[in-house]
């Protein structure tokens, strides 16, 4: 049985471990069915204590995880509806549960969010958002979730050319959507509503204050590209150089 206290990596539905190898400075997955556990318990109780900045962070990996996964190439009706779903419960909730730790029904609520982020993951796969998080938890140990925060407007910024209408699909789950807007014009919308969802959390949102130099720019990039597993996931074939464009939009002055 697995008892997840965050909401969330979703690793309680995956057959996924995620190991760091220092001397590559980067991160690999282990995928077997031998890490899905018998039972899960979601019990929002043991969320409470979760510091404002961890449930921030760990809501928005599953953002990451529910959002790649129904845009990746290898989405199918099984994903995609797993994901839906736990969309739909995410956007209505995770300002919430940072915001208000007692609140159990928006624990309860990521909790679940979470846990279709993993089911996602089982019959699809994350991209664009992982593959460049990678580099940045091995190569200078960011969290994991705090990473991907930084990463995921930009990333969906280039993503999402390619994916008009699932990102209009997800436009019109956000309470309070104009969803009078074109398609294209609601994958803008959300685009920019990620950006600022990001900066209403109690999270960094530049890799300068969390001490990653420029310079290490082509390094972080060459890595990146490096994961193929994630990166054959993107709905777009994203070039070196456009992946180093990604980090250079992470520095305040292209903020």
């Known amino acids: 049985m697995l008892i997840p206290a965050t909401a969330g990596t979703g690793s309680e539905a995956t057959p996924n471990a995620i190991l760091a190898i220092p001397e590559q400075q980067t991160k690999v997955g282990i995928i077997s069915p031998v890490l899905l556990p018998d039972y899960v318990a979601l019990l929002p109780e043991l969320t409470t204590s979760m510091p404002p900045s961890i449930a921030a962070s760990t809501g928005i990996d599953a ?14 009706p099984v994903s995609d509806n797993a994901a839906l779903i736990g969309l739909h419960k995410l956007v209505r909730h995770i300002e919430r549960s940072v915001n208000q730790p007692q609140d159990l ?18 019959y699809s796969g994350t991209h664009l958002v992982h593959a460049l998080s990678y580099p940045l ?12 925060a930084i990463l995921l407007a930009p990333c969906m910024r280039v993503v999402r050319p390619h994916a008009v209408a699932k990102f209009a699909q997800v436009w019109d789950l ?6 009078t807007l074109s398609a294209e014009e609601k994958s803008h919308a959300l685009v920019a509503w990620l950006a600022a969802l990001v900066k209403r959390l109690p999270l960094p949102d ?50």
């Open 63 to 76: 953002l990451c995880h529910l959002l790649e996964c129904f845009t990746s190439t290898v989405a199918n």
């Open 105 to 122: 029904t928006a624990k309860l609520e990521m909790l679940w969010a979470s846990w279709y982020g993993g089911a996602a993951i089982n």
């Open 137 to 148: 938890g091995g190569t200078w140990h960011l969290p994991h979730g705090v990473a991907n």
């Open 174 to 179: 956000i309470p309070d959507a104009d969803r």
């Open 206 to 255: 530049n890799l300068a204050a969390l001490g990653v130099p420029q310079e290490s720019i082509s390094a972080l990039s060459a890595a990146a590209q490096n994961v193929k597993r994630l990166m054959n996931n993107a709905p777009c074939s994203v070039s070196r150089e456009e992946i180093a464009a990604i980090y250079q939009t992470l520095y305040p002055e292209h903020a």
